[in-house]
């Protein structure tokens, strides 16, 4: 059983809770600490699961053929990664945002190396009472969707002003979140 961080720090904040959630989970956790894009996984896992980590990667089809390697026959791989419209609100203002893949292409992808038990799609909206709120809340999440843009108060009052023009809808603004989640297993 491992649990992977890529930041050595996070092993020891987890432990606290998996221990609280010991019926859950086992004792027996292994850390691997580092980028899972590029470190070697275990063989023979019955399970490799991922939560929004996917869309950073640079090489995702070697990923998902080093996930395929690493399962037994039967095994599955659990995972969600963000779509093309996430944040698109704040890519369409700032230049800045990820290239997603669409749900086609994720499938294509898959399709070569797993049976594909689910996929699907969903978008969420958020809602702000201002275009700065939104920023904070990427903040807070740890998401950097403005990635290399340099926030000056001039361009700062311009994006709270142009967000607030096109994205307002009954005295607030949103933010779309676009996930795609699946389900898949290596043929026996």
């Known amino acids: 059983r491992w649990l992977n961080a890529r930041v050595p720090e996070a092993p020891p904040l987890a432990r606290e809770p998996l221990h609280r959630t010991a019926s859950i989970f086992p004792a027996s956790i292994h850390f691997l600490p580092g980028e899972a894009e590029k470190m070697p996984l275990p063989a023979d896992c019955d399970l490799i699961a991922s939560a929004s980590v996917l869309q950073w990667f640079e090489d995702l089809q070697a990923f998902f053929d080093r996930v395929q390697s690493s399962l037994k026959p039967g095994g599955y791989f659990i995972f969600n990664i963000f779509g093309p419209r996430n944040l698109h609100q704040i890519k369409s203002l700032t230049g ?91 043929t026996p």
């Open 96 to 186: 800045n945002g990820l290239e997603y893949l669409p749900l086609t292409e994720l499938q294509r992808i898959l399709r070569h190396r797993f049976e594909i038990l689910e996929i699907r799609e969903e978008e969420y909206e958020h809602r702000f009472d201002r275009p700065f709120d939104v920023l904070r809340h990427l903040q807070r999440t740890g998401v950097t969707a403005t990635g290399a843009f340099r926030w000056t108060p001039g361009s700062l009052r311009a994006f709270e002003q142009q967000y607030a023009a096109r994205y307002r809808v009954d005295q607030q603004v949103f933010l779309t979140w676009h996930v795609m989640y699946a389900i898949v297993r290596k």
